[in-house]
């Protein structure tokens, strides 16, 4: 079935780009995964709509984007709350809802969180690159035409939805992340933690840090206690692999958590955010606080687990 022409960009807001889950298996050639930030939100809009969870959607950070709605078409909102209106009133997050030919949605403020994630039932259509639809702003590919988007794109997508496919869903209220400041995120330690000072490691679990302005997709940069490594250890250590979540420490002693937006780096990392709460970094925003505890393997395993279960069971809920 042909994609319809589903939206107009009125304005583009701070960043909006189409994403999916990412592209992984290329690091060996320096691409990195990109793929939208808060992978659960963005999984869970694709299940609200009907779609594959990796169906590619609109990711918009802060404010901003305003669209002129061409087709009837499904859609639903997720991820943080940037105060979304269709028209001038209140469009409900975490549920699918039917717009029609005309209607203007727009993301007006941040109240809570930082990302919002927009589908459309059928998926946004772009081409594939490298088996991913998601924006590689650095590298200039995938997405629509490897940039944010700009006033008077035209977003296609979408299919007509069937009788039965047209049922509103809506994602249970006890399962919606919530997002406060100051974060606390569970991390694992390493894979150099033994090469930090024992008061550097206690400093790094009690204190709060917070979130630099000079943040971006490829890492949060965090102000706050400087973190010492043991006497005789050089700055930097080989460039090795890296993976979104891991918090590495330069010479100045303040801790970036990295992103899906590289694939190595030379600075030794004391800790790594759990898989659990990588989404969370999606929602963080400057000036937020952000705290960390160290959990064990079985603990942040245990928490993937009910995360995987919550999606899994929302998926297996969707009409046949």
Do not use: C
């Amino acid at each position: 079935m042909a994609a319809l022409g589903v939206f107009e960009v009125l304005a583009p807001g701070i960043l909006t780009t189409v994403t999916d889950l990412g592209r992984y298996g290329f690091a060996r050639y320096g691409v990195a995964p990109t793929g939208g930030l808060d992978g659960f939100s963005l999984r869970i809009a694709n299940l609200l709509v009907g779609n594959p969870e990796n169906a590619a959607v609109l990711e918009t950070l802060a404010m901003g984007l305003r669209l002129k709605v061409l087709s009837e078409v499904s859609v639903a909102v997720t991820g943080g709350n940037l105060t979304p209106l269709l028209g001038a009133q209140p469009l409900p997050m975490w549920r699918s809802l039917t717009l029609r030919p005309g209607e203007v949605l727009s993301f007006t403020a941040p109240a809570r969180g930082f990302r919002s994630y927009l589908a459309v039932h059928g998926g946004v259509d772009v081409p594939l690159v490298l088996g991913s639809r998601a924006t590689n702003l650095s590298s200039g590919f995938g997405g629509l035409e490897g940039r944010p988007l700009r006033k008077g794109d035209l977003i296609a997508g979408g299919q007509r939805l069937s009788a039965e496919r047209a049922v509103e869903r809506v994602f249970p209220a006890a399962w919606i992340p919530d997002y406060p400041s100051p974060w606390r995120l569970r991390v694992v330690w390493g894979p150099q933690e033994e090469q930090f000072t024992d008061e550097s490691r206690q400093t790094f679990v009690s204190n709060l840090y917070s979130v630099s302005s000079d943040s971006n997709r490829t890492g949060i940069r965090l102000n706050g206690a400087a973190l010492q490594v043991k006497a005789g250890v050089s700055e930097s250590i080989i460039s090795e692999g890296v993976v979104a979540g891991a918090i590495q420490v330069p010479g100045d002693g303040q801790p970036i958590i990295l992103l899906g937006e590289t694939v190595s780096g030379g600075y030794r990392k004391i800790a790594t955010v759990i898989s659990a709460d990588l989404p969370s970094l999606g929602q963080i925003m400057p000036g937020d606080q952000v705290g960390f505890s160290a959990v064990g393997l079985a603990e942040a395993l245990q928490a993937l687990r009910l995360a995987e279960e919550r999606v899994r069971s929302f998926a297996l809920s969707a009409p046949a």
